[in-house]
């Protein structure tokens, strides 16, 4: 049976005032002078609970977000900046996932959050799904086989002065200043966004959640995890912000100085992995943990980052001294943790040459040949956002016509243009009906080449250091720079959900001949010159409600008739006062 512990509740004294009640009547169980007493008396009456959980409901808990760290794709809840509604709270199911495309994502209701507390630096859930349904069966029995791991939640009341925007310290490097300083602006974009406030109004099951720690375990009547304690492995640290240091490592020696056990906590500041099966109590021996890279105290105190630590781990995924026995799962996420600490300290990271993710090869042959009508002008009727439907096809903006660069407030630096983007279309593809179309590739998972590079450099730049996730030609029409193609047969599993995810790509535009040439797109979560994922409903031809998805409503567009370009400039303002940090 489902209990709330209820602040403030008026059958409780002032010096007991949390109250835990039956959700089902309303009934008193208890009152207590702290948040922490009234929890235990709910773990105590769930463990007592004679209701037979194996019927209608079943009962489930896990972590739900997690605060200070960063997600894989540049965004991090501030600690202490999340809230939340009162339980009871729907717990949803990402049944159908849209992918891009004119498909919907269908997120059906399953369960229910029937209670949120904070522990540390985790925003943890527990309530039960509905076995009613379907679907909750259904979820229940993928939870239960371990084919969804995660959960991500659902939250609201942000405004424009929550949001922190982390942009890269750019240096000016050669000998024309003005020109170095225009690339600077072309190729800007924040490093990471922060958000300062947020309410949780639900959580949605997903296969890929934006936190790896993020998910829920079932229970049994007695609130224990199902099969004898079995844990999904979450093994691999997200990123987080620390200081750095320089200097000399000695690894061995900075572990001797942690106490065994550890806390969840000082697992967390002090290494990238962890094996979560040996979770106790929230406490785990040293003996579970791998790759440590802070410095350690003397009084065990944890400090900066060291950056040889940092180095050699990454050197490790790759094989060096006999290489890791860590799940190769969690392989890029312990990459993704050192190398956050080397690029807030200016270095480049070694590339991962020993990825331990899984390919996406979705019933294609490797000499697959896409339909040549892919790589040609899509003749988008609006400035539309980078889409991958189920298929594999891409297309979509690369930058509007008209738009200013969001990184620079007193002039308008716009879109270079090129008759032609002989540059970047710098191979080859045969297509089905046997013809052969001249291609660029896409890359996810690095930075921008250094800005004093030359073209030859800077394509090398992302040969080198990135994935090739797409092959696509460029062109141009009255909206901006089109892209289209196909992602490749091989591609990394997770850097096609990144590409989806970030919907954006950025241009690297290089000065050839005395002009701008595009010689790269990147996957990026925040370009310089953003094109907004667009959702227009029309009635009798005239828009009335346009909405840029992730980015600011226009509901006060309702009822007035305007057409989607005028609606269009009113999303791009906004989007770029918000950026700016403007009214």
């Not at 919907?104 to 039960?128: C, F, L, P, S, Y």
């Not at 200016?346 to 896409?370: H, I």
Request: glycine content about 10%; aromatic content about 6%.
């Amino acid at each position: 049976m489902p209990y709330n512990v209820v602040e403030n509740h008026e059958g409780c004294p002032e010096n007991s005032p949390w109250g835990v009640v039956k959700e089902a009547d309303g009934e008193l169980m208890g009152c207590h002078a702290s948040e922490g007493e009234a929890a235990n008396q709910v773990e105590a009456l769930y463990a007592t609970d004679e209701n037979d959980y194996s019927g209608d409901i079943a009962p489930w808990r896990g972590p739900l977000a997690i605060e200070g760290i960063t997600t894989g794709d540049g965004r991090e809840f501030a600690r202490d900046s999340l809230t939340w509604v009162d339980p009871p709270l729907p717990l949803r199911w990402n049944k159908e996932d849209s992918h891009g495309g004119d498909a919907h994502t269908v997120a059906v209701n399953v369960g229910r959050i029937d209670r949120i507390w904070r522990k540390d630096d985790q925003i943890m859930g527990e309530g039960v799904l509905n076995l009613k349904s379907e679907d909750g069966q259904r979820v229940y029995q993928l939870i239960e086989d371990e084919f969804i791991k995660g959960v991500s939640i659902d939250a609201d009341s942000i405004t424009d002065a929550d949001m922190e925007f982390i942009w890269p310290e750019t240096d000016t490097i050669g000998e024309d200043d003005e020109e170095d300083d225009f690339l600077s602006l072309l190729f800007a974009q924040p490093e990471k966004v922060i958000f300062h406030a947020g309410r949780i109004r639900a959580a949605t099951l997903v296969d890929i959640p934006a936190f790896a720690e993020a998910y829920i375990e079932l229970l049994d009547e007695a609130g224990a995890v199902v099969a004898g304690g079995t844990r999904y492995q979450f093994g691999a640290i997200g990123p987080h912000d620390t200081a750095t240091s320089d200097a000399e490592w000695d690894g061995p020696a900075n572990e001797s100085r942690l106490p065994s056990p550890l806390t969840l906590n000082q697992t967390r500041e002090a290494y990238a992995w962890y094996d979560s099966a040996r979770v106790e109590d929230d406490m785990l021996p040293k003996d579970a943990c791998s790759f440590i890279h802070h410095e350690i105290g003397e009084d065990g105190s944890i400090g900066a980052a060291n950056l040889t630590a940092c180095s050699s781990g990454i050197g490790i995924l790759n094989g060096a001294r006999g290489g890791t026995t860590i799940p190769a799962g969690d392989v890029q996420g312990v990459y993704d943790h050192l190398a956050a600490h080397l690029r807030d300290a200016g270095r480049e990271p070694p590339v991962l040459v020993a990825s331990g993710a899984k390919a996406v090869v979705a019933s294609v042959e490797v000499d697959w040949q896409p339909p040549a009508e892919w790589f040609q002008n899509p003749k988008l009727s609006l400035p539309t956002a980078i889409t991958v439907d189920a298929s594999g096809r891409l297309y979509g903006h690369a930058a509007p016509w008209g738009s200013c660069h969001i990184g620079y407030a007193d002039e308008c630096v716009s879109v270079p243009r090129e008759d032609s983007h002989p540059y970047f279309m710098t191979g080859e593809m045969i297509t089905a009906s046997g013809s052969v179309v001249s291609v660029g590739q896409i890359t996810v998972g690095t930075s921008h080449a250094n800005l004093s590079a030359t073209h030859q450099t800077a394509t090398a730049h992302y040969d080198n250091t990135g994935w090739a996730v797409a092959d696509v030609t460029v062109g141009n029409d009255q909206h901006g720079i089109w892209v289209a193609g196909a992602i490749r047969p091989d591609a990394d599993a997770d850097k096609v959900h990144s590409l989806r995810a970030a919907g954006e790509v950025s241009g690297d535009w290089r000065r050839i001949g005395g002009q701008l040439r595009l010689v790269g797109l990147l996957a990026v979560n925040v370009p310089g010159f953003p094109v907004p994922r667009m959702k227009a409903r029309v009635a009798s031809g005239a828009t009335y409600a346009l909405v840029a998805a992730g980015g600011p409503s226009v509901s006060r567009l309702r009822g007035v008739d305007m057409s989607d370009q005028q609606a269009l400039r009113i999303v791009m303002d906004m989007l770029a006062k918000r950026v700016r940090g403007g009214e």
